[in-house]
T-cell receptor, first 115, second 114 residues
Framework: AQSVAQPEDQVNVAEGNPLTVKCTYS??????LFWYVQYPNRGLQFLLK??????LVKGSYGFEAEFNKSQTSFHLKKPSALVSDSALYFC?????????????FGQGTELSVKP | NAGVTQTPKFQVLKTGQSMTLQCAQD?????MSWYRQDPGMGLRLIHY???????DQGEVPNGYNVSRSTTEDFPLRLLSAAPSQTSVYFC?????????????FGDGTRLSIL
């Protein structure tokens, strides 16, 4: 079965410091991987995706993610965190075999950036 | 572009009541889906549609019905509300099934069942 895991429920970072939100996946074949961010009382906003090609993917708001096939990881990173980055982050993989390509989500990681 | 629009944003129901959550998209997307979000569980697929007139069940379909009469609209019906259906519901859309394009999400409907 395909799955996504986010091992940290919460990540705390000081403003200006680099941040990493971890994600590991288990899929058959090549994965379509996504990161979404959710602000309070809002829907999920797309940040970036990995389909194929360069292992370092750049996305919105200065975020990037590193795809590592050998470690089956897709960690989200940002060189310098902002207080406004505080939100709930979801890693997801698209199921390429079932239910029209549903997204399989991790449980989410709450990012808190303190001034 | 409005993207994906969900109504209502908030709703409180009594056990046994029925209601319809509305979802509309203006991007001409073929694939539409409904997820529910519960704390610590991420989002889980309820029902999905790959085009007008075609719907199918997701992971947690019990207690919900859907229909897709047009490309734009994909309403979700709660037949007889139960407290276990208290959740945040999200509608999403994307180009085609099994696409590498991201899904676009509405802002959600926060539903409480008393």
């Amino acid at each position: 079965a395909q799955s996504v895991a986010q091992p940290e429920d919460q990540v705390n970072v000081a403003e200006g410091n680099p941040l990493t939100v971890k994600c590991t996946y288990s899929v058959s074949g090549n994965p379509y991987l996504f990161w979404y961010v959710q602000y309070p009382n809002r829907g999920l906003q797309f940040l970036l995706k990995y389909i194929t090609g360069d292992n370092l993917v750049k996305g919105s708001y200065g975020f990037e993610a590193e795809f590592n096939k050998s470690q089956t990881s897709f960690h989200l990173k940002k060189p310098s965190a902002l207080v406004s980055d505080s939100a709930l982050y979801f890693c997801a993989v698209r199921d390429l075999y079932n239910q029209g390509g549903k997204l399989i989500f991790g449980q989410g990681t709450e990012l808190s950036v303190k001034p | 572009n409005a993207g994906v629009t969900q109504t209502p944003k908030f709703q409180v129901l009594k056990t046994g009541q029925s209601m319809t959550l509305q979802c509309a998209q203006d991007m001409n997307h073929e694939y539409m889906s409904w997820y529910r979000q519960d704390p610590g569980m991420g989002l889980r697929l309820i029902h999905y549609s790959v085009g007008a007139g075609i719907t199918d069940q997701g992971e947690v379909p019990n207690g919900y019905n859907v229909s897709r009469s047009t490309t734009e609209d994909f309403p979700l019906r709660l037949l007889s509300a139960a407290p276990s259906q208290t959740s945040v519901y999200f509608c999403a859309s994307s180009y085609g099934q099994y696409s590498n394009q991201p899904q676009h999400f509405g802002d959600g409907t926060r539903l409480s069942i008393l």
